[in-house]
């Protein structure tokens, strides 16, 4: 029986990362005959081609689907979308597609993994500017500390997660969820798994100093655990 797994792909405006992203994913997946992939995409109200690449590869590869958002949600509603389309009996793996993490290190890790166990991506070195390397490190910090150490430094959203805790997933109906925490907080199983997280080569990052994202993403942490 073919192991099976749901890869989501937040995203908005990546028209330039968008085909060798596809492309990187379905080759690391040919690998391994004993996988069964899907590589849901929700468009998070893009306003380039981004959109149309991907109807265009889904042409060819069954495998991916697409789900476009009327509105720009964010990054949050985008992610519980996701979670209410997918299977519940999937493994499922977060990951952005800008290229920075590994795209690789899914089919080469899903095909190690133990029953009922998180893999968490864990960036041993960062290429980030300064500013963003600086309020990362002290955030974890904070994080780690309030959550009484569930939150793992240098990880994010980037792991895979069993299929038991998709099934909790699934049922969260908290309005704006810290979902690093979330993920850690449900697995009972976890495995750590180093890399290092590279430059974006094309498009422009989302994240900035003038950014509301990483100022909504750390308070909403900190008011979580209250």
């Known amino acids: ?5 749901s890869i989501i792909a937040t995203f908005r405006n990546e028209e330039k990362n968008i085909n060798e992203f596809i492309s990187r994913i379905h080759r690391s997946f040919m690998k391994f005959k004993n996988i069964e992939y ?43 979308t996701a979670f ?31 029953k009922n166990q998180t893999i968490h991506f864990v960036r041993k070195k960062r290429n980030d500017q300064f500013f963003q390397k600086f309020y990362t490190k002290i955030a974890y910090m904070i994080l780690h500390y309030i959550s009484g150490g569930k939150i793992i430094s240098n990880s994010n959203y980037f792991k895979i997660i069993p299929p ?6 699934k049922k969260n109906t908290e309005i704006d969820p810290f979902w690093h925490y979330l993920f850690t907080k ?9 890399y290092e997280r590279k430059k974006r ?26």
């Open 164 to 169: 038991f805790v998709v099934k909790k997933i």
């Open 84 to 114: 209410d389309i997918i299977n519940k009996k999937n493994h499922a793996v977060i990951i952005d597609c800008d290229l920075q993490d590994r795209p690789e290190l899914i089919a080469q890790s899903f095909s190690r993994i133990k």
């Open 201 to 226: 080569i094309y498009g422009s990052s989302k994240f900035n100093l003038f950014s509301l994202n990483p100022w909504l993403t750390f308070f909403t942490a900190a008011n979580y655990f209250k």
């Open 1 to 5: 029986m073919k192991k099976k797994i």
């Open 38 to 80: 899907e590589l849901l995409f929700i468009d998070d109200f893009s306003n380039d081609y981004s959109n149309n690449l991907i109807k265009k590869a889904r042409v060819k590869n069954k495998k991916i689907k697409l789900i476009t958002l009327k509105k720009r949600y964010g990054h949050n509603a985008s992610l519980q």
């Open 186 to 194: 449900y697995s009972i199983k976890n495995k750590i798994i180093y």
